[in-house]
Nanobody
Framework: VQLQASGGGLVQPGGSLRLSCQAS????????AGWFRQAAGQERKFVAA????????YYAGAVEGRFTISRDNAKNTTYLQMNSLRPEDTALYFC?????????????????WGQGTLVTVSS
């Protein structure tokens, strides 16, 4: 499975962006998808995840209430809607997926990764 991430860009504080991540193959029901981000000089950190079949979602505390993860089964695509963006949200955002019915916050638990898409929040 290959993942293709898109949707990054430059946005002012308080603005919104929607990231997309399309999988190259149909996703299995025992599958979880996630988004991570890596700011300059920092380690990659968990942002959000979704269980593909049930649609349950999980968020890091720093983004809960501002970001929303969703999926479109027909398009094999996950989305990350980011609202009320802050300068500290600036990072390279990565989508990931794992062949497991449960989500994880650990990068090592994910089997597939997309390329990063850069989000810059600045006035």
């Amino acid at each position: 499975v290959q993942l293709q991430a898109s949707g990054g860009g430059l946005v002012q504080p308080g603005g919104s962006l929607r990231l997309s991540c399309q999988a190259s193959a149909p996703t299995a029901s025992q599958f979880a998808a996630g988004w991570f981000r890596q700011a300059a000089g920092q380690e990659r950190k968990f942002v959000a995840a979704i269980l593909w079949s049930a649609g349950y979602t999980y968020y890091a505390g720093a983004v809960e209430g501002r970001f929303t993860i969703s999926r479109d089964n027909a398009k094999n695509t996950t989305y990350l809607q980011m609202n009320s963006l802050r300068p500290e949200d600036t990072a390279l955002y990565f989508c990931a997926a794992r062949n497991n019915r449960w989500y994880s916050v650990k990068t090592n638990d994910y089997d597939y990764w997309g390329q990063g898409t850069l989000v810059t929040v600045s006035s």
